[in-house]
Nanobody
Framework: QVQLVESGGGLVQAGDSLRLSCVVSGRTFSINAVGWFRQAPGKERDFVAAITWSGGWLYFADSVKGRYTVSREAAKNTVFLQIDSLKSEDTAGYYC????????????????WGQGTQVTVSS
C-alpha cells in the first residue's frame, strides 16, 4: 500500500503564490509517478501536473503551464506543487495521487490517493 497526505492549502489572495506538499509513504518502491489533480465544486477532477518518481520527467496540463511547477524532495518522499499568480479559477480541492504504471493524465490511472487540500483564491 501507498499513503499520500497533502497539505499547504488555504485562503489566499489573487496574485499570491502557494506551495502544496504531498508526503508519500509505504511501498514507495512501487511508484512510477505522482500526479496532482484539482476538483472545483460541481466539476470533474482534472489533471494538472505529474512527476516521475525518479524526478526526471515533468508533465503539465496546458491550462496551467507557466504558473504551476512540480518538484520532488527525494530524501523526504515529498512532492510539491507550486502555484504562482493565483487566480480565482484555481479555487479547488487539490489531490495528489500515485501510479505504479506510466504517467497517467487521467484519474483512473492512479491507484492511490490523498485526502486532498483546499485552495480558495479570493479576488
Amino acid at each position: 500500500q501507498v499513503q499520500l497526505v497533502e497539505s499547504g492549502g488555504g485562503l489566499v489572495q489573487a496574485g499570491d503564490s502557494l506551495r502544496l506538499s504531498c508526503v508519500v509513504s509505504g511501498r514507495t518502491f512501487s511508484i512510477n509517478a505522482v500526479g496532482w489533480f484539482r476538483q472545483a465544486p460541481g466539476k470533474e477532477r482534472d489533471f494538472v501536473a505529474a512527476i516521475t518518481w525518479s524526478g526526471g520527467w515533468l508533465y503539465f496540463a496546458d491550462s496551467v503551464k507557466g504558473r504551476y511547477t512540480v518538484s520532488r524532495e527525494a530524501a523526504k518522499n515529498t512532492v510539491f506543487l507550486q502555484i504562482d499568480s493565483l487566480k480565482s479559477e484555481d479555487t479547488a480541492g487539490y489531490y495528489c495521487a500515485a501510479s505504479s504504471v506510466g504517467v497517467p493524465r487521467s484519474s483512473s490511472g492512479y491507484q492511490y490517493w490523498g485526502q486532498g487540500t483546499q485552495v480558495t483564491v479570493s479576488s
